[in-house]
């Protein structure tokens, strides 16, 4: 690819993952540019992150489902990521099940973050999934999404171990450390892959 591969990144939250991706752009270890980032709620702090960075930002019509993501509304997110020429689009905290429309507009071209070791503990809250269930390890894993939910095949994992007093919050405040190291890496081994 001669110009620098775009990025389309779509989150729900805090955006910690889209900043350790910025971050690795800044720094040079990334040879990338976010195109977009695109949230479906419009108070998060994502797209605050975003806005101080100079990069567009666009809120997502989910047409007022609070968790379902319309067929319609992901086919238009697919049009409008072909308008912003994204290349690659990497789901950081994005709460929403992404599903044909997309996927079709963006074969094998979307990454997403969860925080365990897939196929162990998919869904809402993994961390707390993984203390309740006194797993001795866990972690965050890198994937290729598909229309499951977190069962797209897997890039890269990184390990975390399960400490005895280990709260929820206190074991997905370590995995992020390990999200932001992980995800930036996986991003850039797919870039130099794609032709
Ligand atoms: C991250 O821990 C990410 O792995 C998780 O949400 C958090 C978002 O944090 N994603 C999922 O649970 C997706 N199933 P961030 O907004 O600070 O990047």
Known sequence: ????????????????????????????????????????????????RAKAWGVPVEVINCDGFKTKFPEECQAAVGARMKEYGVDLICLAGFMRLVKQPLLNAYPDRILNIHPSLLPNFPGLHAWAQAVEAKALESGCTVHYVDAGMDTGPILGQAVVPVLPDDTAESLHARIQVQEHLLYPAIIKKVLNELV
Do not use: F, H, R
């Open 1 to 48: 690819m001669s110009k620098l591969p775009k990025l389309g990144i779509m989150g729900s939250g805090s955006g910690s993952n889209c900043q350790s991706i910025y971050d690795a752009i800044q720094s040079g270890e990334l040879q990338a540019e976010i195109a977009v980032v695109m949230s479906d709620n419009p108070d998060a702090y994502i797209l605050e």
